[in-house]
């Protein structure tokens, strides 16, 4: 088996060869056969190639019919570059699944909307971190077994009991750089994933009132809260649910969760694929 592993985000740094060895070891010794893209490592500033280049390299994966998965390793700010150079028809009629977290938001949901195409929230990396033996099976489940292991998120409901459409989202940083673009997918019907590593009450205040006066919440038909790292971390108040609830009002369905984020013990969610929740 061999999956294509891409960097349309911030370039790795060079001194983080050894965390990309020990990836390329682990998928090895499960048997898979990475492929590493030219665009992995910063080359001019957090660049890894400029954002056609970066997008050449994925579509390459796209286009290589020994890939079976594509994932993206990377993260930060400038993924949404790439957006304008992907070859989204080549995506549409494409079986295999991009994955990736974080800033890579922006192409999960963009392959969404333009491709109609379910992509991968989940960072490959967690197979090397300390939650490593647990996130290790669950792959090799999923993946090599076509198992389910990473995709069984427990959750529990703050509001409402029941909430069923397709899901969009991740980052909401991230997914906020869609807003006024080709790129944002429709949001009607649509179950909205939240999730944030960085920010306080004042951030995440301001994306959330952003995302009101876009008419998201009332669109959507309900809200997944992910973990939001840097709140919990600093024990911030009101925490991320407390202000979800109230601007977004006390008639959507809302479910929060502990497995889809940022932390290293992360499972994986679809997006762009019909999820049902109930308590």
Known sequence: ???????????????????????????????????????????????????????????????DDEITEIFDISGGDVANGVLPYLDYETIANCSKRFWGYSDLTTVINAIYAKA???????????????YREQQVQDFQNTILKNGTDLFQIDYRFVQQKEMQGIVVGGNIRCFLKLAGTEY????????????????????IETYLCQ????????????????????MEAEQCTPDAETLVKRIAGDELPIAVTKDIGHGTNSKAIIIGQEIHLAK
């Open 1 to 63: 088996m061999k999956i294509g592993i891409a960097g349309c985000s911030n370039g790795q740094r060079n001194t983080h060869t050894d965390k990309i060895q020990a990836l390329k070891d682990t998928l090895t010794n499960m048997g898979i056969e990475p492929i590493f893209s030219d665009c992995i490592y910063e080359k001019e500033s957090v660049f890894s190639g400029s954002a056609k280049e970066r997008a050449a390299a994925l579509m390459s994966f796209y286009k």
């Open 116 to 130: 109609g195409k379910p992509s991968v929230l989940y960072q490959i990396r967690n197979l090397i971190y300390d």
């Open 211 to 230: 995302l009101q006066q876009l008419g998201a919440f009332d669109k959507i038909a309900g809200i997944l809260l992910g973990t939001f790292t840097q």
């Open 184 to 203: 944002m997918p429709d949001l009607t019907g649509k179950i909205l994933l939240l999730e944030s590593c960085g920010g306080t009450v004042a951030q």
